[in-house]
């Protein structure tokens, strides 16, 4: 029933579309009644916000940042879309840059982003004074990984593996420090060690996509073709099928002397190959050849002086079935 109390944004009724919202004259911030005055003050505020038909969501080039850094209803929103949407670095820094003056320095979020859109730029010491600071007011998983990418662009893997350390002290079981460390130990070329943390992954996410290729991948140049092909099984049972998982399985079926399996792999590799990975399918189909004497099909892939046309795909890929 009507209580015949007047509150704010129950005068003008309520709008139908975002547009007509934002022109509507409201009085959130006062308990004045509508009036055209204050109507217009609203318009003028929020009027580089409106989208147009065939223009963008928001035009950066007319925002007043300075008024929207001060509104924590607002800004972090808006940085999201100027920094994830629009990729505009530059405005996102110096909304990132504001909100955290208007903040007093207290909020790690801003130093965060600010690390963020300095990394973007280039700027890594920048970068990691930013990310240190955010950490030392609030241990996050996202501060260990931003911190620890711009150690490693920095060239100081060491540096980044002692804190993917610290970051597993403080948050046992979290998969993307444990998938961290062991990166950096298989840039390194400390490939036990990186094998022991991507099993050790196995304990809280056996699904682990990267995982189970890098064991695989590690069990095939260990000449154990056969316990690579069971970890390229279970990515292929797990839904994962594209171009490099039939070839690697094509090859571990080779090496393992199942050649007709093998063939029939790398049939299936060349269907779903594009023009950035097919001619590393040849390459293996020529090597392959080689292998079991067929000279013949060994010659042809390296005759081509660029990627086969469909022609030849499918000439060459019945072959492959017929043999």
Not at 2 to 27: D, L, Y
Not at 141 to 167: H, M, R, S, T
Not at 182 to 188: F, I, P, S, T, Y
Not at 314 to 321: C, E, I, M, N, V
């Amino acid at each position: 029933p009507v209580s015949g109390f007047v509150r704010p944004g129950t005068q003008s009724g309520r709008p139908g579309t975002m547009e007509q919202a934002i022109k509507t004259p409201r009085t959130a911030h006062t308990a004045r009644p509508v009036t055209s005055a204050s109507g217009r003050y609203v318009r003028l505020g929020t009027a580089s916000m409106l989208s147009e038909p065939d223009g963008p969501f928001i035009n950066p080039a007319q925002l007043n940042l300075s008024n929207y850094a001060a509104r924590p209803g607002l800004n972090k929103v808006l940085f999201d879309y100027l920094f994830y949407h629009e990729n505009d670095i530059r405005n996102s820094l110096e909304l990132a840059a504001l909100a955290t003056q208007a903040t007093k320095y207290d909020d790690w979020w801003w130093k965060q982003q600010l690390g963020k859109c300095y990394y973007r730029l280039g700027l890594y010491r920048d970068a990691e004074k930013q990310f240190q600071s955010a950490l030392k007011q609030q241990a996050t998983v996202d501060n260990y990984l931003y911190l620890a990418k711009v150690y490693i662009k920095l060239d100081q893997p060491l540096a980044a593996l002692e804190l993917f350390e610290k970051g597993m002290e403080a948050f046992p079981g979290e998969i993307s420090l444990i998938v961290g460390s062991a990166r950096v130990h298989e840039g390194l070329g400390d490939l036990e060690t990186s094998v022991k943390f991507y099993k050790k992954v196995f304990n809280y996410d056996a699904s682990c996509v990267e995982a189970i290729a890098c064991i695989g991948t590690h069990n095939f140049y260990s000449d154990m073709p056969e316990i690579a092909l069971r970890s390229f099984r279970r990515l292929l049972q797990m839904g994962v099928g594209n171009t490099e998982l039939y070839n690697n399985i094509g090859l571990c079926c080779f090496y393992a002397q199942q050649y007709d399996m093998s063939l029939t792999c790398f049939e299936r590799a060349i269907n779903l190959a594009s023009k950035e990975n097919i001619a590393d399918v040849w390459y293996n189909i020529g090597h392959v050849a080689i292998g079991i004497g067929d000279s013949n099909l060994a010659y042809q892939p390296s005759s081509w002086p660029s990627y086969p046309t469909t022609t030849m795909q499918k000439r060459t890929t019945t072959s492959l079935y017929l043999r």
